[in-house]
């Protein structure tokens, strides 16, 4: 099942809902009318919002993979550059968008002669489905108190989100990119866990989901972070291990782990009768299988998920694809020439940033 489904496609971005979103909107219209029409208004601003970071990356010609939209908010799928000034503008633009539309409404409810409702009594509306006869004032004091909120929320120093962001990228102006994402993240984590302690003792039970969820998105970051500078510039070939074979796929598990598996060699290339490319076969989960899969042919435990990436990429930007599968296969002109572990990328790591820190010391 796929864990999001695409709603609808704008200025080349793909908006999608994750399934959480589906089953909060259909938990809500199951217990009440008013607060769907809310939570509508309130993600409509949230789109909004995401839409304006995504525009100001594709100002700056970055590429927007997609939007999608979660209980606790959006998420703009953003391949962020390490610059902290495009970063610091595109981080700002949506917090920035929800100061404007708020300014814009209370200008709005100036110009009516009303002021922005009370907070409580409109909140109370909303929970006992109160309004239906929707004046202008209130509405435009929901969508003040909307904006005000997402804004003032996000411009929290709350790494992965934009405040934590904009903290990353001022604080890159004066320290190494690294040490200022390590640093914005655990400010961040700090703030969460405030949101944790904060959720439990009011008690708001989305607080504590949202601080949770929020305390290990950070740190997911770090890692890749880490990993694209450990291999900066270094080859694939470099990690590649060329001690492989290749196996027929009209051999049975058995004859292939009693005559091919030689100790040491997990993964094997399965090739059919005419030398065909079949996918790759993993020799100790096969042992793993025992007498159950002896009589099978390797063709049919060929794994799906494979890579291929070329015998010329680097690692630091060949990375998504090396993580993506156990194995990814290493190819140069049209033949396999080697195989690069997911495992041994994140193994090696240590070992590729002392070596690059050894060189800085020199
Ligand atoms: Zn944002």
Not at 190 to 199: D, N, S, Y
Not at 304 to 317: E, F, K, P, T
């Amino acid at each position: 099942m796929a864990s999001s489904y695409r709603l609808f496609r704008f200025a080349g971005i793909d908006v999608d809902v994750h399934v959480s979103f589906i089953f909060f909107f259909l938990l809500l219209a199951l217990t009440g009318g008013a607060n769907v029409f809310f939570y509508v208004v309130v993600f409509g601003v949230v789109l909004l919002h995401e839409f304006s970071h995504s525009m100001v990356s594709q100002f700056f010609r970055i590429k927007v993979n997609r939007i999608v939209l979660l209980p606790i908010g959006g998420m703009a799928n953003i391949e962020l550059p390490q610059d902290p000034v495009k970063e610091l503008l595109i981080s700002a633009a949506g917090p920035a968008f929800n100061f404007v539309f708020a300014g814009a409404c209370f200008l709005g409810l100036m110009w009516l002669g009303a002021g922005v409702g009370d907070y409580g009594a409109i909140m109370d509306g909303v929970d006992s489905g109160a309004l239906s006869a929707l004046s202008p004032p209130v509405a435009l004091s929901i969508l003040f108190y909307v904006n005000m909120v997402l804004g003032l929320f996000n411009v929290l120093p709350a790494f992965p989100m934009d405040g934590g962001r904009l903290l990353r990228s001022v604080l890159a102006l004066w320290m190494d990119y690294f040490q200022a994402t390590r640093v914005a993240i655990s400010v961040g984590q700090l703030m969460f866990l405030l949101l944790i302690v904060a959720g439990f003792l009011l008690p708001n039970f989305w607080w504590v989901v949202m601080g949770v969820f929020l305390f290990y998105s950070g740190s997911g970051e770090l890692n890749v972070l880490r990993l694209k500078q450990a291999y900066e510039g270094v080859a694939v070939e470099s990690l590649m291990l060329r001690n492989f074979r290749f196996v027929d796929g009209s051999v049975s598990v058995g004859d292939f782990l009693r005559l091919v598996v030689s100790p040491g060699l997990r993964y094997y290339i399965v090739v059919d009768g005419s030398g065909n490319f079949r996918g790759v076969v993993d020799a100790e989960s096969l042992a793993r299988g025992g007498s159950a899969v002896a009589k099978d042919l390797i063709a049919t435990h060929v794994a799906h998920g494979y890579g291929v990436v070329d015998a010329g990429s680097r690692v630091d930007l060949a990375f998504k694809t090396l993580l993506s599968a156990p194995v990814t296969l290493i190819v140069s002109g049209g033949s396999v020439v080697g195989l690069v572990t997911a495992s041994d990328v994140w193994e090696n790591t240590s070992f590729y940033l002392q070596k690059r820190g050894k060189k800085r010391q020199a």
